[in-house]
């Protein structure tokens, strides 16, 4: 069976500094992978998507970039953090049409 | 702005009733339909998924779809205090691949014991 991993679970960062989150997925070759991220009480906002490695989609142009090295590796990244930035980000996965998501990292920028 | 709307709630239900959550969109060409259950502090869960107009059935969960309507809903039948949390509606936007899903912000169920 197919499982999703992200690290780390939860993460505390000052404002300018850098980030990089992780996702990995287990159990299935050429996942499309994706990354969203969910403010407060707010629906999910699509960042990037991703079919292939080396292959990036940009949804909402920001300070965050995403890689994607290995076929089942997918990275978020950021060279200095804003305070906006804060919120739950999920990495998902999907053959098809239905997506599922990881255990998500909750970022809280100060 | 393609757009998928749910009441944010909270809807509350006695245990043992029907709850029945609501989800409208915008995009008519839209071909693919879900429903997600969040509970609170964890990621998404993928519970439902419709592509067809009508009812589909998973045990206690019953999904409609009206696309003439642009209206999909979820039932939950003999409601349980496992079933609280926030359900997110889905939508996968027509001609990207199914790559591009729009999300509800999401109806709260509380289920009274």
């Known amino acids: 069976s197919q499982t999703i991993h992200q690290w780390p679970a939860t993460l505390v960062q000052p404002v300018g500094s850098p980030l990089s989150l992780e996702c990995t997925v287990e159990?299935?070759?050429?996942?499309?992978l994706y990354w969203y991220r969910q403010a407060a009480g707010r629906g999910l906002q699509l960042l990037f998507y991703?079919?292939?490695?080396?292959?990036i989609s940009s949804e909402v142009p920001q300070n965050l970039s995403a890689s994607r090295p290995q076929d089942r590796q997918f990275i978020l990244s950021s060279k200095k953090l804003l305070l906006s930035d804060s919120g739950f980000y999920l990495c998902?996965?999907?053959?098809?049409?239905?997506?599922?998501f990881g255990p998500g990292t909750r970022l809280t920028v100060t | 702005q393609k757009e998928v709307e749910q009441n944010s709630g909270p809807l509350s239900v006695p245990e043992g009733a029907i709850a029945s959550l609501n989800c409208t969109y915008s995009?008519?060409?839209?071909?693919?339909f879900f429903w997600y259950r969040q509970y609170s502090g964890k990621s998404p869960e993928l519970i439902m998924s419709i592509y067809s107009n009508g009812d589909k059935e998973d045990g206690r969960f019953t999904a409609q779809l009206n696309k003439a309507s642009q209206y999909v809903s979820l039932l939950i039948r003999d409601s349980q205090p496992s079933d609280s949390a926030t359900y997110l509606c889905a939508v996968n936007l027509p001609n990207t691949g199914g790559f591009k899903t729009i999300f509800g912000a999401g109806t709260r169920l509380f289920v009274k014991a």
């Open positions: 998902a996965w999907s053959v098809g049409n239905e997506q599922y």
């Open positions: 995009d008519r060409g839209s071909q693919s």
């Open positions: 991703s079919v292939g490695i080396g292959q």
């Open positions: 159990g299935t070759s050429n996942p499309n």
